[in-house]
């Protein structure tokens, strides 16, 4: 009766990534069994993910000036205001969301791939078989490393989206740096950096535990590991964007 149910599958989908979170966690104090990896993901989702989070960084706070004044392009409001809504909305939402999307193609997918292969090609039951635990050795420093590092990249691409939103504005004329400086600190509030670093760390925990749990849990050779790492993909993307509605709604 149960197996018949329209939400049975859903149901087990989230009973196995809730099982296998439990056993992260129980695992999480085996640092012996995965430091070595933890310090690998963190050079993996931290260092390598720089570059790509430079880029979206400066584009997007870029053309957020380029859209703001776009739109406030009246004498009614000075132009010291385009750099309080850019650097607010950059600080609040788009370094946060924006970052976490593009990890979500690059980090999630790299680890729901690199697990996958290990699973179908009968490397987690080798490993298992040795006498390792194999969630501490794989899944945790990856989770972690993700909980760890995503802040990090959240500040990053923060600092680089004011920075391409004051280039912008100086080289298309809009405004100059001293007054976009000028309306980003009168609408300055700590309360936002903490709210973001929140963000931040909520979505770095919803990419690596998704795409861990479809990767350890991939099956059927070669396409499976692609249909894993789709769905890794594509169901942190969505998730994130939830939790980042339910954290305006509670938070804000």
Known sequence: M????????????????????YQALRSSTEYSTYHKNLFQEFVKVGYESIPIIFLTGIFTGAVLTLQTAYQLDTDIYPSTIIGSIVAQSIVIELAAVISALVLAGKVGARMSTELGTMRVSEQIDALESLGFNSVSFLVVPRIMAGIMMFPILYVTAAVFGIIGGITAGAVDGILPAA????????????????????KSIVFGFVITSIACYKGYYAFGGAEGVGTATTQATVLSCIFVLLADFALAAILL
């Not at 149960?2 to 979170?21: D, T, V």
């Not at 009168?186 to 973001?196: H, L, N, P």
């Open 2 to 21: 149960i197996s018949n149910f329209p939400g049975a599958a859903g149901l087990r989908e989230f009973g196995r990534y809730a099982q296998l979170l």
């Open 179 to 198: 007054e976009f400086l000028e309306g980003a600190r009168a609408f300055f509030f700590e309360s936002d950096i903490i709210f973001g670093l929140i």
